[in-house]
T-cell receptor
Framework: GAGVSQSPSNKVTEKGKDVELRCDPI?????LYWYRQSLGQGLEFLIY????????KSGLPSDRFSAERTGGSVSTLTIQRTQQEDSAVYLC?????????????FGPGTRLLVL | DAKTTQPPSMDCAEGRAANLPCNHS???????VYWYRQIHSQGPQYIIH???NNETNEMASLIITEDRKSSTLILPHATLRDTAVYYC?????????FGPGTRLSVLP
């Protein structure tokens, strides 16, 4: 079946502009994660959605970052007033949820470059 | 802070077993250990996970120490295509912490 998809695959923007990144999780997966990966670094957790529960936003680096998940499916990560340090690959993952069932399936990522 | 630690890099000869260690000393009793790998420019790929017992699947084996403070991922017969960055992580309260991982280079 279809895996996790993300769009756009690449995004170049100017400092100060807002960007929206989209994630389509695997159908039926209740959990959705956003991560950020800077060049040569590990994955930095940003936000986690599980069903209808309030999202875990503990990883968002500043109030310029926000995310929503509509209808328990598609998610959008928004970065306002982008800065050059926001340049990274933004990865989305989904899982079926539940203890021991948190295997995450990752999308290909969106490469963001802020000039 | 809840975190995992791994060596930054390892080499392995093609055809030999690759043993990748991970320390997760802050893990609690009901948190699973997961391993993923990331091949250049791709999203991470799930390999295996476990709680207490050793696990094996078609890709790898996972050995977890009795005190659960460390684990080892074993690729029994490494191939050139196994060259990747390998991440060990755990579901610390559903907030998965991925360290910088181990860059495994399989050498011909």
């Amino acid at each position: 079946g279809a895996g996790v998809s993300q769009s756009p695959s690449n995004k170049v923007t100017e400092k100060g502009k807002d960007v929206e990144l989209r994630c389509d999780p695997i159908s039926g997966h209740t959990a959705l994660y956003w991560y950020r990966q800077s060049l040569g670094q590990g994955l930095e957790f940003l936000i986690y959605f599980q069903g209808n529960s309030a999202p875990d936003k503990s990883g968002l680096p500043s109030d310029r970052f926000s995310a929503e998940r509509t209808g328990g499916s598609v998610s959008t990560l928004t970065i306002q007033r982008t800065q050059q340090e926001d340049s990274a690959v933004y990865l989305c993952a989904s899982s079926s949820g539940g203890r021991g069932a948190e295997t995450q399936y990752f999308g290909p990522g969106t490469r963001l470059l802020v000039l | 802070d809840a975190k995992t630690t791994q060596p930054p890099s390892m080499d392995c000869a093609e055809g030999r077993a690759a043993n990748l260690p991970c320390n997760h000393s802050t893990i609690s009793g009901n948190e699973y250990v997961y391993w993923y790998r990331q091949i250049h420019s791709q999203g991470p790929q799930y390999i295996i996970h476990g709680l207490k017992n050793n696990e094996t699947n078609e890709m790898a084996s996972l050995i977890i120490t009795e005190d659960r403070k460390s684990s080892t991922l074993i690729l029994p017969h490494a191939t050139l295509r196994d060259t990747a960055v390998y991440y060990c992580t755990a579901d610390y309260g559903q907030n998965f912490v991925f360290g910088p991982g181990t860059r495994l280079s399989v050498l011909p």
